[in-house]
Nanobody, 119 residues
């Protein structure tokens, strides 16, 4: 059973940085992709970033491009989201998710970690 556990959320002032981690276990991830999503209060879940486990290829939402960086550590089976120049509108619960067949179907989700950016 695949398990994803996020950590690293918290409260930060606008302009600050946070790094989220997502530890993956219980599966083989070499041919999968991993993604970060977020959900702000009263809004739907929004795509943030994606990384292919095999070659590290990345893709970002326009709203975070240039500020956020997704990366992975294949030894630790962990995916990271480095968030810089944070804005109050980045406030949300952040989720990591696994796309086991790299086809856009995220079949596994973590429990989420809260990120709050104060102005």
């Amino acid at each position: 059973q695949v398990q994803l556990v996020e950590s690293g959320g918290g409260l930060v002032q606008a302009g600050g940085s946070l790094r989220l981690s997502c530890a993956a276990s219980g599966g083989t991830f070499s041919r999968s992709a991993m993604g970060w999503f977020r959900q702000a209060p009263g809004k739907g879940r929004e795509f943030v970033a994606r990384i292919r486990w095999s070659d590290g290829g990345t893709y970002y939402a326009d709203s975070v491009k240039g500020r956020f960086t997704i990366s992975r550590d294949s030894v630790k089976n962990t995916v990271y989201l480095q968030m810089n120049s944070l804005k109050p509108e980045d406030t949300a619960v952040y989720y990591c998710a696994a796309d086991p067949r790299e086809n856009g179907a995220y079949g596994y989700w973590g429990q989420g970690t809260q990120v709050t950016v104060s102005s």
